[in-house]
């Protein structure tokens, strides 16, 4: 079974760039897209972007050119990095496996990385 | 881009109730949906998939149905672990995989 494992949390100032983790266990993790998804504590979840197995990613536009997303397939390991953080960027972001069949579910999730940008 | 709307928002309910919650997508999304429950401090867990197939491992009190625009998560017989917030999310529009504001259920 595919396990997501992603990276600790991380405190920034704004201005400062982030890059953050999410690894894969099992060898069907090549051949899954890997979505990103933020949630503001106490708050509802928000879709950021996915990559594809070929490396191909897409944003939801609320995120377009505020955030990229990049894999490293022979790490199993997939990213999402920020070159100069705001303090709206703070939040728990989730990685999550998009399942496979007709793609309708994230059916794995990493525990979520807490980012807190604050000056 | 889809907007997907719950309701209610908030839900009080006890064990044992049968709970229904909606989810509205502003356009047809065929059965592109799924659901997950979330509980504080964890990431989210899948529930349902393309509308209404049950994720394995899910009890099979957790229901959903619906095709187009509207859809139903319905739980029979509510447990204490399913006290929870409750997410639809569309996958019609690649790439915006949006969710819905998500259903709290909680103890009446």
Redesign the interface.
């Known amino acids: 079974e595919e396990h997501l494992v992603q990276s600790g949390a991380e405190v920034r100032k704004p201005g400062e760039s982030l890059k953050i983790s999410c690894k894969g266990s099992g060898q069907s993790f090549t051949s899954y897209w890997i979505?990103w998804?933020r949630q503001v504590p106490g708050q509802?979840?928000?879709?950021v972007?996915?990559i594809s197995p070929g490396g191909d990613s897409?944003?939801?536009?609320s995120f377009e050119g505020q955030v990229t997303i990049s894999g490293d397939r022979s790490m199993a390991t997939a990213y999402l990095q920020w070159s100069s953080l705001r303090a709206s960027d703070s939040g728990i972001y989730?990685c999550?496996r998009r399942?496979g069949?007709?793609?309708?579910?994230?059916?794995q999730?990493?525990?979520?990385t807490l980012v807190t940008v604050s000056s | 881009?889809i907007q997907l709307t719950q309701s209610p928002s908030f839900l009080s309910a006890s064990v044992g109730d049968r709970v229904t919650i909606t989810c509205r997508a502003s356009q047809g999304i065929r059965?592109?949906?799924?659901w997950?429950q979330?509980k504080p401090g964890k990431?989210?867990?899948?529930l349902i998939?393309?509308a209404s197939s049950l994720?394995s491992g899910v009890p099979s009190r957790f229901r959903g149905s619906g095709s187009g625009a509207d859809f139903t998560l319905t739980i029979n017989g509510l447990r204490p672990e399913d006290f929870a917030t409750y997410?639809c999310?569309q996958?019609e529009t690649?790439?915006?995989?949006?969710?819905?504001?998500?259903t709290t259920v909680d103890v009446k």
Request: proline share 10%.
């Open positions: 979505a998804v509802g979840l928000e879709w972007g996915l897409r944003y939801s536009p989730y999550a399942g069949g007709s793609g309708n579910l994230l059916d999730w990493g525990q979520g | 881009a059965n592109a949906l799924a997950y979330q990431p989210p867990q899948l998939f393309d994720e997410y999310q996958f690649y790439p915006q995989f949006t969710f819905g504001p998500g």
